[in-house]
């Protein structure tokens, strides 16, 4: 690829504190964290430069079979969305992964919730994953003017409790590291555009109300209010997890996003020890929260993965 790969720990937040912050970052939690070069352990280095996805680093979830008509062969889905997962919806290209939508041709009815859309989903599940770990990503959202209901992340869940505890009370750790999702919709402030921003979330069950916010060092992390066109440009998220500083995200090497500390009370019920987590790459249509594929839409928008880097702490 043309792009020249910067120094894995270029983004360390003590380089930070000299780069110039967002002015709403605190600076105790700057001063508080800084990895220190002999602390990490690259483990994951996924490039995208074959054709295809590599199996032996991703899961690559797919219902095609299913929509095909074979019975018995239903892949997961997200839950809260009106889409299925497909393994046409992924693919390797240029040295980066690009995510898409498609409408169904024919809408499919899966756990009394109707899909009508289908989008990629990847996860590393059984491939890698990491109690303490720092991971730093470079991406393109699906922006733009007409992106209505368009919802792409990279994110966390652990291994061991399967996809969503059943209460949704119970404590359950997920970290949403760049959640984007489309344009706004009629009901929403027209004071908040979400247009070209992602937001980081810490949750710590599956409430959708229980996650990092100002009771944190630094809340839920919608990036700042600048310009930028995050499906043509490319941007840089990283998170790190780590027993002594708790969870720190980051964005474009410039600002802290999130930043909630080891002792918090909800991230220790949450995070159980030994816990380990994996990450998820998807791209689907719709959410609860922000509206859903509209006719606007041309389905033209991808989210694109340069490159994802993993290390295991090492203390």
Known sequence: MAFNRRNFLTSSLTA???AGLAAATPAAAVEAVGPRINRWKLAF???FDGNAVDTTKWNIRDSEPFLAGVPGTWGNAPGNTPTVNSAKCVN???GRAVF???KLQKPVMVDGKRRDFKGGY???RGKFSAEYFRVETRMKMPSGPNAHGNHACLWFRPDDNGEYNPNATLPSLEIDLNEYYGVNYQGKANNFDITQRTETSVHFDQTGGNKADNRSVYGMGWLPREPRDLQNEWHTWAVEVTPDQ???VTFDN???LCH???NDPRLLAAKKPGTKMHMRLNFEGGTQYWGPVTAGNKLDGTMEVDYIRAWKYMG
Do not use: Q, T
Request: charged residues 30%; negative net charge; glycine residues 8%.
């Open 92 to 94: 390797v290209k240029d």
């Open 254 to 256: 410039k600002h802290v």
């Open 100 to 102: 898409h939508l498609e």
């Open 45 to 47: 280095d996924e490039n």
């Open 16 to 18: 930070l504190a000299g």
């Open 246 to 248: 708790g969870i720190v």
């Open 122 to 124: 990847l996860d590393s």
């Open 260 to 262: 909630v500390p080891a």
